[in-house]
């Protein structure tokens, strides 16, 4: 009886299908209102002109908006998988809103769209059959409301689009028909047709900048991908302390697992409450780590560098540190791994979107701003097994950032000059790292105010303390004394650069560095420029020090190891009435003058252009020291006050 039925239920079906046959023939109809395989149209809908108003003759650059409808009808045999839409706008247009679809490239709206654009089907990005639906148009067809801005056309003119097309593979679609206000095409099966029209980035070379970040996707599957991230460090004098960093979702993806760095929230509600939860109904999200549009990220800390769950990724976890490659280049980069789960219509292994609008900063340094991703070459990696042979990604993109100073932005550092030649330092810079009346007891202070001149002696004070010392020296020296007094200089690490001497064939120079901050300062590292003196640089002492080959006037410090910590600032020997002492590292730097014929050291070819700390650029003083009298005596009192107190500092530490 069931052999006897099927047969019955066969016999059927070709009734039906031979009584379809003249219906779903594959040949091409003249008109496009009977089309067998997928059907697009674009109506417009209706339109206005939107403020500013301009005259006729400007009428070219008048704003209109517009609101039209794309339509996408499945008329086939066959479901169509991940539907692709290129729309040839070229009115300048705007698009602003899309109902039913994203622009297949990634890109937020709203959008510049005005050299055409590629839209997929989201939420629902397949379309099926009449035939398997009984004919609800619900399933098989997809409606895209449009809404956005187009520039010179205004009614009663009809602002179309002369292109629509398919941009998927394995369909031939003619060129459209237009009537009225509306454009039709109608697209045939056709095995052996590629699109020409993708929604792909064109291949960019890549690109230099302070800093780099790759995105290099190394496993696709149809559902999600792996991805590696490697954030590297380009600029000798930057760095990058505790790094966060930022990026938008395009296409409502989610982050499963991670190796290297970790979400600093871990958050999957967005996933559980959201669409994420819909599609992928039976997926484990308490396993999962981020489901929020805009993750940020942190590194994990040394100790999570050989954890097999969590590490072993090669440049991760280092607590957010990323150093200068002129100070180490092995530790100038930074990556992590991350599993990404994909929504519709992007379920396809070739279907990858990186993400918008990156964002990083760090505790220490400046602020970075990131150009949107490029697509590049993909990246070559290192085959882990060592042998000669490299694995390439599948697909890769370029971040390139740079360092941007804001006119607002005040240094974190500064520096003070003095010689042997003149027994007066000169001070930081009123208000060098911004004004904070706070530290004046009366809080009352002037920030226009030039600093007043010190002794030696008061460079080891804290501002707060100086001013007893800065008042007698002003005194002695019959200099006038300001009302009110200068404010501080409000800097956490200052500098001091001190011509020690200077003789017929060379001359030296101490640099000092004074920490007034809570925090030890790990790694320190300071770039010092002069314009003439650099190719006379012969050694540095209790320093690691080295000219740049990339800048003929700047020379590199850093600290010798067991002196790479500048430590905090910390009580006196006896805390009830002495000042607290700032953490200190000197040493004194030789120069010869065979190299550089002509050098005046104490007229200013013997003090700092410019001088970096950690990355930071530092407030350097508006004048130098006078050597109109050289004075034998003040460099000996000078020098010796200072390495004495010097000496009983590193004592006490």
């Known amino acids: ?79 169509f998988k991940n539907w692709r839409v290129f729309v040839g706008f070229n009115n300048s247009e705007l698009l602003v ?15 510049d769209v005005s050299n055409g654009t590629v839209l997929a089907g989201y939420p629902v990005a397949d379309l099926k059959t009449a035939v398997e639906t009984a004919g609800d148009v619900n399933q098989m067809q997809a409606r895209v409301d449009l809404v956005g801005t187009q520039f010179g056309v205004g009614p009663p003119n009809v602002p179309l689009p002369p292109n629509i097309t398919l941009a998927n593979d394995g369909y031939l679609c003619p060129n459209p028909t237009t009537q009225g206000n509306e454009t039709r095409v109608c ?25 780099t970040i790759m995105y290099d996707v190394i496993r696709s599957y149809e559902s999600n991908y ?57 997926f484990d999200f308490s396993t999962a780590l981020s489901c929020v549009k805009r993750p940020t990220i942190i590194d994990l800390p040394l100790d999570r560098t050989n954890d097999t769950t969590l590490g072993m990724i090669p440049f ?27 929504m519709p219509p992007n379920l396809n292994k070739t279907q990858l979107t990186p993400p918008q609008n990156w964002k990083i900063n760090s505790t220490v340094g400046l602020d970075y701003q990131c150009s949107p991703p490029a697509k590049v070459n993909p990246t070559l990696f290192p085959d882990p097994s060592g042998l000669p042979s490299h694995s390439a990604a599948i697909a890769s993109w370029q971040v390139v950032c740079n360092i941007t100073r804001p006119e607002s932005k005040k240094p974190k550092c500064c520096v003070s000059f003095s010689a042997f030649f003149n027994d007066s330092v000169i001070p930081c810079n009123t208000c060098a790292c911004g004004c904070d009346v706070t530290t004046n007891p009366s809080n009352i202070c002037s920030a226009a105010e030039p600093p007043l001149l010190l002794p030696a002696e008061a460079l080891l004070i804290p ?53 007034w901050g809570e925090s030890d300062i790990t ?18 002492y209790s320093f690691a020090g080295t000219p740049l080959s990339d800048a ?83 460099s000996a009192v000078f020098s010796s006050i200072l390495l004495m107190l010097l000496i009983l500092t590193g004592m006490q530490q």
């Open 1 to 79: 009886m069931a052999t006897l039925f099927c047969s019955f239920t066969s016999i059927i079906i070709l009734i039906i299908s031979v009584s379809l046959l003249p219906i779903i023939s594959l040949s091409q109809p003249s008109n496009p209102s009977v089309c067998n395989g997928i059907l697009i149209s674009y109506r417009y809908n209706t339109g206005y002109a939107v403020p500013p108003t301009l005259s006729p003759e400007e009428r070219i650059r008048q704003p209109y908006r517009f609101e039209s409808t794309l339509t996408i009808t499945n008329n086939g045999l066959v479901e």
């Open 97 to 111: 809103s899309a109902s039913t679809a994203v622009l297949a490239d990634g890109t937020s709206l709203p959008a």
């Open 187 to 211: 697209c045939m099966p056709d095995l052996n047709v590629r699109t020409n029209v993708t929604g792909d980035e064109k291949i960019m070379p890549l690109q230099n900048g302070d800093l």
């Open 226 to 282: 792996l991805a590696q991230v490697t954030i590297s460090n380009h600029n000798p004098f930057a760095r990058l302390d505790n790094w966060k960093l930022s990026w938008d979702w395009m296409e409502h993806e989610f982050i499963n697992t991670m190796r290297g760095a970790r979400p600093n929230v871990i958050d999957t509600s967005d996933c559980i409450f959201g669409s994420q939860g819909n599609y992928y109904e039976d």
């Open 316 to 342: 991760c976890c280092r607590n957010g540190t990323i150093l200068p490659p002129s100070m180490d280049l092995s530790k100038s980069k930074s990556a992590f791994q991350m599993q990404v789960y994909k």
């Open 463 to 515: 501002f707060e303390n100086r001013t007893d010392k800065a008042l007698e020296f002003a005194d002695l020296k019959r200099r006038q004394i300001p009302n009110p007094l200068p404010c501080a200089d409000n800097c956490g690490v200052s500098i001091n650069w001190h011509v020690l001497t200077d003789y017929e064939d060379g001359w030296t120079a101490r640099m000092t560095l004074f920490n």
């Open 523 to 540: 790694d320190w590292f300071s770039a010092v420029e002069l314009d003439k003196a650099v190719p006379g640089f012969e050694d540095v």
């Open 552 to 634: 003929n006037n700047t020379i590199f410090f850093e600290g010798l190891p067991g002196h790479s910590y500048l430590v905090a600032e910390r009580n006196g020997s006896n805390p009830k009435k002495d000042p607290r002492l700032p953490g200190t590292e000197q040493s004194v730097i030789s120069f010869t003058k065979k190299k550089t014929p002509g050098i005046n050291v104490g007229r200013g070819d013997g003090f700092p252009t410019k001088v970096y700390f950690n990355g930071e650029e530092c407030s350097l003083p508006t004048v130098l020291p006078s050597n109109a009298h050289r004075i034998a005596a003040a």
